[in-house]
């Protein structure tokens, strides 16, 4: 019997905050104000910011496990408050601001938050939680505070750290030992089936994901890097960014509540932003602006946009690859912490033709180290190189084993994987590619049509900007396919053109009896296509057909 002899450090928030604060130090932290003035400060500044919120949180009573909720932008006091709470022991619960103040309530009850940290700008928000049922025990306002409590002045009710060294006094601040399977964070789903669910992170699951997240192979952040989260820490943690900078030291810029493509252009060629991270319909805007304003904006020579929480059009990619810029595919769920796959052709590819290497990058992509995949329909793993679709199953250190309070147990299989609820294949090169929601498939005469497949080809024409396509019910098929489009500014295209175009790859059945030009498709908080709403709205389209 061989006995490991290596020391067992727990993997907790305190190794980031430690190395940001003594080995990062000097790395900077640029915030966006609701003003649009530029505020700078540094991790060395943050660490130990939020050290204080820590201490001042454990002086306000706050035990372990309990919720500190956040309704924030993207901002450095946020960075501190997601370093700062789980240092007390207790759990960061970032509430998603975009979702109906209902909700959000439902949320912060269900969480059973006990305080909130709130951007003075989203005050008015606040009050409408608070009118819909929600209640904190404390309230502390970043920025002014009018009649609540401030965020600045329950940092300065921090006392020293009660250490080994210091004479015990009531007035120090004992931080717990934490320890790695602690919970650190909750994020809940967006709801789109169902109620939102927690799904409670470790601050092991956050360590590992934060690891592997920086790798080359995955999204390559390095302290050189000058790193943009578009993607709203209210949305799966920024997609575990801020941990990812805070760990490798890459100087950061929080956008704030300007999102809109020329503000974002902005900050992007202001501060030589190398590595920006957000939702497709971001890049599509950012595309646009540049098109039509050519040379406006000086960006960093191979700025790398990474893209997940929807598919990627392939035109996308490749539109920005004309630009000099280059878009990064990723895939991943609340309930992966996100990352589970990433699109990067592999070298032993590097030289195929521009088509295959397209069609791969448009792809979901293969899992980074530590995680897994398979697809499995009810015939068992649909293998590489198989036409047919299954579901996308996941497991990992960082993919959640449950929701809080254990709710739809139906979402593991027997054998202890996630079932994502996405429909996919897997190609000859092991490429995992998405087709569909499960939910979103639409069935015609017996036979399944993916809607994602449709609309992903859709969004190659030259003219289309977006196309959500959705199944709606139909007396004689039961279901038929419907494709609401928007067109690119100043482009033109007939449905009968845009229907041939979907012929020219799809068979007969798949083709959307109607496309509907609108101006814009309806969108979820995260920025996907509001599905749901599109089904309502068109649901007695075929009422009156033979
Ligand atoms: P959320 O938990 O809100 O982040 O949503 C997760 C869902 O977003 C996944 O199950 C997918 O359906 C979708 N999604 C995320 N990334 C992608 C992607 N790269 N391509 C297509 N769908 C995606």
Redesign the pocket.
Same mark, same amino acid.
């Given at each position: 019997m061989t006995t490991a002899t290596m020391m067992d450090v727990p993997l907790t928030i305190e190794l980031v905050l430690d190395r940001a604060e003594r080995w990062m130090s000097a790395s900077e932290v640029v915030s966006r104000r609701p003003d649009k003035s530029l505020h700078r400060t540094t991790y060395g500044a943050v660490a130990q910011r939020a050290r204080k919120l820590a201490r001042a949180l454990v002086v306000a009573g706050i035990q372990r496990g309990e919720r500190v909720a956040t309704l924030m932008w993207n901002h450095a006091e946020h960075l501190e408050a997601y370093l700062g709470i789980p240092l007390a022991g207790a759990v960061t619960h970032t509430l998603n601001l975009r979702l109906h103040p209902d909700e959000i309530a439902f949320i912060a009850n269900d969480a059973r938050d006990r305080f909130l940290i709130v951007d003075d700008v989203l005050l008015p928000l606040y009050d409408k939680i608070v009118a819909a049922g929600a209640s904190f025990e404390r309230v502390f306002v970043v920025g002014a505070s009018g009649k609540h409590e401030s965020y600045e002045e329950l940092l300065a009710t921090a006392p020293p750290e009660l250490t080994a060294g210091s004479s015990a006094s009531i007035s120090l601040a004992q931080l717990p030992d934490l320890a790695e399977t602690d919970a650190l964070g909750v994020c809940y @789903? !967006?709801g789109t089936t169902g109620k939102p669910k927690g799904v409670v992170y470790s601050h092991r699951s956050t360590i590992l994901h934060s690891l592997v997240a920086a790798l080359p192979d995955a999204l390559d952040l390095a302290r050189a890097d000058t790193l943009l989260p578009v993607v709203p820490m209210f #949305? &799966?943690n920024a997609w575990g960014l801020p941990f990812v900078a805070a760990m490798t030291g890459a100087k950061i810029v929080f956008p704030g509540p300007h999102l809109d493509p020329p503000s974002l252009l902005d900050l992007l060629a202001a501060e030589k932003v190398t590595v920006a991270a957000g939702v497709p319909t971001i890049w599509l805007g950012i595309r646009e602006q540049l098109d039509a304003n050519p040379g406006k904006w000086q960006l960093q020579p191979g700025l790398r946009m990474i &893209? $997940? $929480? !929807?598919?990627?059009p392939e035109q996308l990619i490749r539109d920005f690859d004309r630009l000099g810029l280059t878009l990064l #595919?990723?895939? $991943?769920?609340?309930?992966t912490s996100?990352i589970g /796959?990433v699109s990067r052709v592999p070298p032993h590819l590097a030289g195929a033709d521009e088509a295959t290497r397209y069609k791969l990058r448009a792809k979901?992509g293969t899992p980074p180290p530590l995680v897994d995949v398979r697809v499995r329909n009810w015939q068992g793993d649909v293998p590489a190189d198989d036409k047919t679709n299954g579901e996308l199953l996941v497991r990992g250190p960082w993919v959640a084993r449950q929701y809080a309070g254990g709710h739809t147990p139906d979402r593991w299989t027997k054998d202890g994987w996630f079932r @994502? $609820?996405?429909v996919a294949r897997v190609d000859e090169h092991g490429f995992v590619q /998405?087709t569909d929601?499960v939910a979103d498939m639409i069935k015609s005469g017996g036979e399944w049509i993916c809607s994602?497949e449709v609309e992903n080809h859709l969004m190659g024409h030259p003219a289309v900007r977006e196309a959500a396509v959705i199944g709606v019910p139909h007396p004689k098929w039961s279901e038929r396919p419907i494709a609401t489009v928007v067109l690119r500014p100043g482009a033109q295209a007939s449905a009968d053109e845009l229907r041939a175009h979907v012929g020219a790859k799809f068979a007969k059945f798949w083709i959307p009896d109607t496309i509907v030009f609108v101006d814009a498709i309806p969108r @979820?908080s995260?920025g996907?296509f509001k599905k749901t709403e599109l089904r309502e709205t068109y649901r007695d389209h075929f009422k009156d057909e033979p």
């Open positions: @789903t !967006s #949305h &799966v &893209v $997940g $929480g !929807s598919a990627a #595919h990723a895939w $991943g769920m609340t309930e996100p /796959l979901q @994502t $609820g996405d /998405l929601r994602q @979820t995260a996907k």
